[in-house]
């Protein structure tokens, strides 16, 4: 080989990447809800490496649940030592309380401090015990708990060797050994990986001797290595799976050799793996030349670099888990399956858009009210709009759904008010809204001070329709159905009639019906649908709508009826509505 | 105690589950070994005192890589931004470190059999995130997935994926849902051997899964049917 006057190539190291697991993320959160509170002070925790296993993607610095300090315990058993790809890293863990501490964290001491505790170690032959340590990391984190988001950054801090460390050849470890030393190596390695004691040991001595024996020894039989080999190598488990460059461990473990051993000449093995065994062709052999230090003291802790770019940027990363954490979006997504398992087999032509879109306007809060909301949102419709007048009395718990004991206490509730409330409590993604107002009815004479109170109420309930797709006609009286009946027919909504007598109930639609019109009866179509319509309420009674409330007995006077009317007439209407909707012409 | 070396209903007991899945991690390490092996997670019962003769566990394979290439830009985090000023002033630039090229998007899967009590079948979830840690979508998954087989099974209607917690790491999986799979493993076995609606303990997950792996992409190789 000619010898040329060639400038030193500096040994690049590719940078280690972090991989955090969405169980950590979960882990944790539990950990600062039940456990850490507003407590920001820093926590050990584990990370897991391994030798890069795929030739063409590089292993990871991983965080996993088990990374944390738990001490419940889990349905699973915790990881021991000895697991061959989850060799531990120890790390530490500053996270904030607001984005602003988390910007304003003082980054480049945190990396002097802990790139202080890799070379103490070094120095105090702590690394030579327990070699994990000279892979220490650094994480900062921000974890939003109310949006579900994570911000964290990593640092592996890695001691600056001044001047950089020159590479002299580099070489897959396939073609510096020959193929009997190649053979002893990979037994081996696989002896070692295989051993519950070494496999997680992730910096070690490969020795051959003369006749081609390859063995593996502790970083701390290095004294005792001395002698008795042709060939001794620095090997280490690298995470990067590139052909021309050695991971990041290497940094400091040339700082740890440099520094015990004053060696100028180092030879070191990067081993790698594949399908779980040794790779000699992706492994690499090298041969670096470290400038030894002149007058440096053991006190004196050289520069660190190693904060993790994201996307090649110096910025943090982020992850948002809302939709695996936030348990007002799991609940929606359970709901919507359990909708969509109806269209599997069973329905396949269910439409569920136009349930889910659909705007349902629930006049009377009470018995039926209660029944039809509930059934509504089994059918997954979220936009509810209830108009009642009344407040939870202290019968109606028992009979109407959605009211609890609580809601009749003091002067009790509205129950416009009340229902609203428990419906976001049964399912927090409802769009529900209250109206307290009475609605007009007929036979109702009105003093001249109430009326104009009364036409804006005629207005407000006139609007209500107009901005709802269907109305349920649920109130307790004749009369109060009138004006609805004539608002919905006007404007062309779909109005589902309910009614309860002691041991009877009455369902039935108004609006458009099946058979279409005779040309001579145009003229009744306002709504311009084509089609006959239907009778409604009234106009298949003989009876007008007039006061029915007063002078009548008490009994008379409520809604006396058999309690399991109210839930057979409740689904009914919602079933009757859901048929409509699903229909082509609905 | 329940001894018997056959099933003929398309179910499976807790112990035969924990035996089926013995010999499907064998056979899988002996055939197929482009694949890492499966392995036994047991579960740590600890409200039971009596201890269990079979412990109760599922099978795991995890972190296989598939790569995808680089298609959408994730629209960059304008906030994150912010923290870098500090940052430039002080670390001076280190020629030590390589700078990566961008190459294609690692995609990680897990996957994960498990036995479901109510069923009494296996049912496998499955979940696949990027290097980041970040979930990947169904729409995803379903890119990186061979589509032929998928296509093919799921207008079958045997199997339908749906999105459910864990029943031990409670977060959300997706689960190929089991309620089809006493049936499709009685036709199975009637087709395999003359007498009825047998089907042998031991092959019982290698069949399961040999249907149920095309729709994740996971291809056995027929030996391991013998």
Known sequence: ?586 | MDSAREVSDGRLTVEGFSVASRAFADKWKIHNQSFPPWSWVPLINRTLLVSKKQEEGYLSLEKIIILSSLEEEIPEDESLNVATDCLEKEETVDHTILVPTMENEAHYYDFHIVYSASYKVPVLYFRGYCSGGEPLALDVIKKDVPSCSVSLLLESKWTFITQEEHPYLNRPWFKLHPCGTEDWIKLLSQSSSSSGCQMPIVLYLVSWFSVVGQVVGLRIPLEMLN
């Not at chain 1, 990370?47 to 419940?72: A, D």
């Not at chain 1, 021309?244 to 100028?264: F, K, M, Q, T």
């Open chain 1, 1 to 586: 080989m000619a010898e040329k006057e060639t400038p030193p190539i500096i040994l690049q190291f590719a940078p280690l990447n972090s991989s955090v697991d969405e169980g950590f993320w979960h882990s944790f959160s539990s950990l600062k809800l039940d456990k850490l509170g507003i407590d920001d002070s820093p926590i050990s925790i584990t990370g897991f490496s391994g030798p890069c296993s795929h030739p063409q993607v590089s292993n990871h610095l991983t965080l996993l649940s088990e990374s944390l300090p738990l001490e419940e315990e889990s349905l699973i058993g915790t990881t021991s030592h000895g697991n061959r790809n989850k060799c531990p890293v120890p790390g530490i863990l500053y996270n904030t309380n607001t984005v602003e501490s988390f910007n304003k964290l003082d980054k480049q001491s945190l990396l002097k401090a802990e790139a202080k505790k890799i070379w103490e170690d070094i120095q105090s032959g702590k690394a030579l015990e327990d070699s994990s340590v000279l892979s220490r990391f650094l994480v900062i984190s921000f974890a939003d708990l109310k949006k579900w988001s994570f911000r964290y950054w990593f640092a592996f801090p890695a001691l600056v060797l001044d001047p950089p460390v020159s590479l002299i050849e580099l070489k897959p470890a396939s073609e510096y050994f020959s193929s009997e030393e190649a053979e002893s190596v990979s037994a081996a390695c696989n002896d070692w990986r295989d051993s519950d004691l070494t496999t997680d040991v992730p910096f070690f001595l490969v020795s051959v001797s003369s006749d081609s024996k390859a063995s593996i020894r502790h970083l701390k039989d290095w004294e005792a290595c001395q002698g008795d080999h042709q060939k001794l190598l620095f090997g280490f488990y690298d995470p990067c799976h590139l052909p021309s460059n050695p991971g990041w461990p290497l940094r400091n473990y040339l700082a740890l050799i440099r520094s015990r051993w004053n060696l100028e000449t180092v030879w070191f093995f990067c081993y790698r793996e594949s399908r779980g065994f040794a790779d000699l062709n992706l492994s690499l052999v090298g041969q670096a030349s470290v400038t030894l230090s002149s007058g440096e003291s053991a006190e004196t802790v050289p520069n660190s670099v190693g904060w993790e770019l994201n996307k090649g940027k110096r910025v943090p990363r982020s992850i948002s888990l809302a939709n695996s954490m936030d348990p007002t979006r799991l609940a929606v997504s359970a709901v919507d399956l359990n909708l969509k398992l109806m269209r599997w087999r069973a329905l396949p032509s269910l439409n569920l858009n136009v349930l889910s879109s659909v705007k349902c306007l629930l006049l009377g809060a009470g018995t039926l009210g209660c029944q039809v909301a509930r059934t509504l949102m089994g059918w997954g419709i979220r936009n509810i709009t209830f108009v009642d007048y009344g407040k939870v009395a202290m019968s109606n718990p028992v009979r109407q759904s959605l009211y609890t004991f609580e809601d009749c206490v003091g002067r009790g509730e509205f129950k416009a008010v009340a229902a609203v409330k428990s419906l976001k409590q049964i399912f927090p993604a409802m769009e529900t809204s209250g109206v307290v107002m009475a609605i007009p009815m007929p036979g109702h004479p009105i003093s001249s001070q109430e009326e104009d109170s009364v036409l804006g109420d005629c207005k407000r309930l006139s609007d209500l329709i107009e901005s709802h797709d269907a109305v349920f006609l649920l109130t307790d009286t004749r009369e109060s159905r009138w004006l609805p009946s004539l608002l919905c027919a006007n404007a062309n909504k779909i109005a589902i009639n309910a009614a309860l007598g002691f041991d009877s109930y009455m369902v039935m639609r108004h609006g458009a019906g099946p058979t279409s019109l005779s040309d001579d009866m145009q003229n009744l179509d306002i709504n311009k649908t084509n089609t006959q319509r239907l009778g409604c309420y009234f106009c298949n009674d003989v009876v007008a709508p007039q006061d029915s409330m007063t002078d009548r007995t008490l009994d008379q006077q409520c809604t006396v009826t058999r309690p399991g009317l109210a839930p057979i007439a409740g689904a009914l209407a919602v079933e009757l509505l859901v048929g409509v909707l699903q229909h082509p012409h609905g």
